[in-house]
């Protein structure tokens, strides 16, 4: 990593210890250091005894919340660790996600080509495909109430957003964006991040030289030709009510409020149909769609 200084965030919950080894694997050769922010983490003496075994390097760290924070507080805490350590760039993972041995270079030097033809770069991100179907996923583009779907296929693509994982940013640019929003505890953190960059003029750029494995693990259900990912009624919470939240900010165009909003609307009608625990699925769908409309931010309690 000749002349960047480049910190890996990763915050965890009950990962798969296997998994989490393979991505150290896929990683410790690409980054300067690696920052480990567990989030409550069930069998957290498990995941101590893996952290001290494989915390080898002067360079690796963790944080052990005793619960969970939300995404972004834990996501900020990684961040604000990697600052003191004089990162000059950010790069966030899940903790189920594998890079590819040259990811991050293609990363940097994507970011520094852009950067020479004079163009604002807020974050690179790769192509990721997701492992239980092998298929890439797209960038997404808005364009009024649409979102288009496009593929790089040699050059690098301007996209509106990108997801948090494989994400790498200048820690100049978050220091005039400013970090994760904390307030919405789960989901959606990474596209409001986005917008918020679009705003202070930075581009969000998917390379296709650059390539990670990421795990999309929801159950999928089928309602005649549409397939949607079936979430536990918990995290459907968050999803429905961090859509109407976004009402909230004006940096996040009108078009995709709009779009969240209504197709939040309905599919809480086609899930209450297809879900196998009703009850509940209702219920937390109700109170996150309460919520969001009362402006309520933070943890479900």
Not at 90 to 117: A, G, P, R
Not at 201 to 211: E, H, Q, S, Y
Request: glycine letters at 8%; hydrophobic letters at 40%; proline letters at 3%.
């Amino acid at each position: 990593m000749v002349g960047n200084n480049v910190f890996a965030i990763i915050v965890t919950f009950n990962p798969e210890l296997d998994l989490l080894s393979k991505q150290l694997e896929s990683l410790k050769h690409q980054v300067n250091g690696i920052v480990y922010v567990d989030n409550g983490t069930k069998n957290i003496e498990q995941l101590k005894k893996f952290y001290e075994e494989h915390t080898f390097s002067t360079n690796i760290f963790y944080i052990l919340n005793l619960k969970n924070q939300g995404l972004g507080y834990a996501q900020n805490q990684g961040i604000k660790l990697a600052f003191e350590k004089g990162a000059d760039h950010i790069f966030l993972l899940d903790h189920d996600s594998i890079v590819e041995h040259n990811c991050i270079y293609q990363l940097l030097e994507t970011e520094k080509s852009l950067l020479k033809k004079g163009i604002k770069v807020g974050l690179v991100g790769p192509v990721f495909v997701n492992v239980h179907n092998n298929l890439p996923s797209p960038a997404s583009i808005m364009q009024g109430l649409c979102i288009k779907k496009r593929f790089p296929k040699n050059d690098p693509i301007f996209a509106s957003y990108l997801i948090a994982s494989g994400s790498l940013i200048r820690t100049n640019v978050l220091k005039t964006v400013g970090l994760i929003d904390e307030k919405l505890f789960i989901d959606g953190l990474d596209l409001e991040w986005c917008f918020r960059a679009n705003y202070f003029g930075f581009k969000i750029v998917m390379t296709p030289d650059a390539k990670m494995e990421h795990r999309l693990g929801d159950r999928r259900i089928s309602i005649g030709k549409v397939n949607l990912a079936s979430h536990s009624p918990q995290r459907r919470y968050y999803i429905v009510r961090n859509s109407f939240l976004f009402n909230r900010y004006k940096h996040i165009p009108l078009g995709f409020r709009i779009r969240t909003g209504f197709l939040s609307i309905i599919k809480i009608c086609a899930m209450l149909i297809k879900s196998t625990n009703r009850k509940d699925f209702y219920r937390y769908n109700i109170l996150g769609l309460r919520d969001g409309i009362l402006g309520k931010f933070g943890e479900f309690n």
